[in-house]
């Protein structure tokens, strides 16, 4: 009986997870994008053991991940604008296309066996030009499928659910194709599973919100939305704390090919393995805050996830084998995925729609714009000392930033839970 009402308890805490389910239209765009998001993180483990094999340096590795991220953090601010004046439906159709084209050239490269490090460089930069303006655009784009404002925290958790479970799947696929067709393999099947998301997209049918279209220059458009994201405590706080994380700590990520060939003595299936357990870890982190949905408390795990990731680095640095380093692998991918994605339900829920696109692009611009220059220091400290004391170095600042923001970032937050419920009053 207790075993049946605990099953029941469950049932009823994981069943409003899904009702955003009903919603015809974000059904149709959360498959679809589950799809192409599978492929993506194929594609994505698939280019990093590419450079691995064909540099075998740990110091390409960054520089490859710094050509595909910079763009982000210098259009980050610029892309926020275009998405809060242009339709973001349109340019999500847009970017998918492209993304598609971009994916259709690297594949047609490393099958005709006419593959470089440098065309891998110049298609990383596209890659990240066409991301710059993809993300924020998406992220803006959801609250015009939510039909019920009181699912926007659920459509957001269940994305991230969504972005992690892809993120399992995609890379010991990866890992298989790899091993039995070559890296090729994985570019193709990534540039079709572009056209699930495409047409998703095509058969969205929604009435677009009414929202104030700025009529201020660009450059007015950029000054005001500076001083509305780094004016208010709350989300200052949560994208400075995110761009230190993505500086010194997410980049490590990027010498998995490393740990997996030289550590491990293995191949690109364990490469897979250790990408695929961050996934799981991730997973858990999304289905955690799905349950919760709810901005309350947010503001203690923020920086437990923080402190949880760098625990995770240290830990991973220190083990030899591959179980242990996949079990260290999923407390890993809790720790950033906590910090991540309770971090964007903040925000979302704070911020006015007519300036959404452009505080995500700045949550973009923490994230994915600090990632490159993380990934080109990463990468050099790695050359000059040792893989294995790099991960120990950056787990260790992470763990101390998490101690030393603790105090502020609960205050800040706990006023940012105050103003929130004011903010979804506007929202609505």
């Known amino acids: 009986m207790a075993l049946e009402g605990?099953?029941?308890?469950?049932?009823?805490?994981?069943?409003?997870?899904?009702?955003?389910?009903?919603?015809?239209?974000?059904?149709?765009?959360?498959?679809?994008?589950g799809v192409s998001l599978t492929g993506s993180w194929m594609q994505r483990t698939a280019m990093s053991w590419l450079v691995y094999r064909l540099t075998n340096s740990a110091f390409s590795l960054g520089v490859v991940a710094f050509a595909g991220l910079v763009p982000n953090f210098v259009l980050a601010p610029l892309a926020g604008v275009v998405v809060d004046r242009w339709s973001r439906y349109r340019i999500i159709i847009v970017t998918q296309v492209l993304l598609m084209v971009q994916a259709s050239i690297l594949a047609f490269f490393v099958l005709?066996?006419?593959?470089?490090?440098?065309?891998?460089?110049?298609?990383?930069?596209?890659?990240?030009?066409?991301?710059?303006?993809?993300?924020?655009?998406?992220?803006?784009?959801l609250p015009e499928l939510i039909e019920k404002k009181e699912h926007l925290g659920n459509a957001i958790a269940l994305n991230s659910f969504l972005f992690n479970g892809s993120r399992l799947i995609g890379p010991s696929l990866a890992g298989i194709i790899i091993a039995s067709a070559g890296e090729g393999g994985c570019f193709v099947i990534n540039a079709i599973s572009y056209l699930a998301v495409i047409a998703a997209l095509l058969g969205i049918r929604i009435q677009p919100k009414k929202r104030r279209i700025p009529?201020?220059?660009?450059?007015?458009?950029?000054?005001?939305?500076?001083?509305?994201?780094?004016?208010?405590?709350?989300?200052?706080?949560?994208?400075?704390?995110?761009?230190?994380?993505?500086?010194?700590?997410?980049?490590?990520?990027?010498?998995?090919?490393?740990?997996?060939?030289?550590?491990?003595?293995?191949g690109p299936q364990t490469l897979g393995f250790l990408t695929g357990a961050s996934g799981v870890g991730a997973l858990l982190a999304a289905t955690y805050l799905a349950i919760r949905a709810k901005a309350n408390g947010l503001e203690k795990i923020v920086w437990l996830g923080v402190f949880f990731f760098g625990l995770g680095l240290i830990s991973f640095s220190l083990s030899r084998a591959i179980w242990l380093s996949m079990a260290f692998m999923?407390?890993?991918?809790?720790?950033?995925?906590?910090?991540?994605?309770?971090?964007?339900?903040?925000?979302?829920?704070?911020?006015?729609?007519?300036?959404?696109?452009?505080?995500?692009?700045?949550?973009?611009?923490?994230?994915l714009g600090m990632a490159p220059f993380g990934s080109l220091l990463i990468g050099s400290i790695a050359s000059i000392i040792s893989t294995l004391e790099t991960l120990l170095l950056s787990g260790s600042i992470c763990i101390l930033a998490s101690f030393m923001l603790t105090r502020r970032l609960s205050e800040t937050l706990s006023f940012f839970i105050k103003l929130g419920s004011q903010s979804r009053n506007r929202i609505g």
């Open 6 to 33: 605990c099953n029941r308890c469950y049932a009823s805490r994981l069943k409003p997870i899904f009702n955003v389910l009903h919603s015809e239209s974000y059904r149709l765009f959360f498959f679809g994008l």
């Open 112 to 141: 005709s066996d006419s593959i470089s490090i440098w065309k891998l460089i110049y298609l990383s930069v596209i890659l990240g030009l066409i991301n710059a303006l993809d993300m924020p655009a998406r992220q803006s784009f």
């Open 215 to 266: 009529t201020s220059s660009v450059l007015k458009g950029l000054k005001e939305g500076f001083s509305y994201a780094f004016g208010m405590a709350p989300i200052r706080s949560i994208i400075l704390l995110l761009g230190l994380v993505n500086l010194i700590g997410v980049p490590c990520l990027v010498l998995m090919p490393v740990i997996a060939k030289d550590i491990l003595s293995g």
């Open 330 to 367: 999923v407390v890993i991918g809790f720790g950033m995925v906590v910090q991540m994605a309770s971090s964007n339900t903040i925000l979302q829920t704070l911020v006015d729609d007519d300036k959404r696109g452009r505080v995500m692009s700045f949550y973009n611009m923490a994230i």
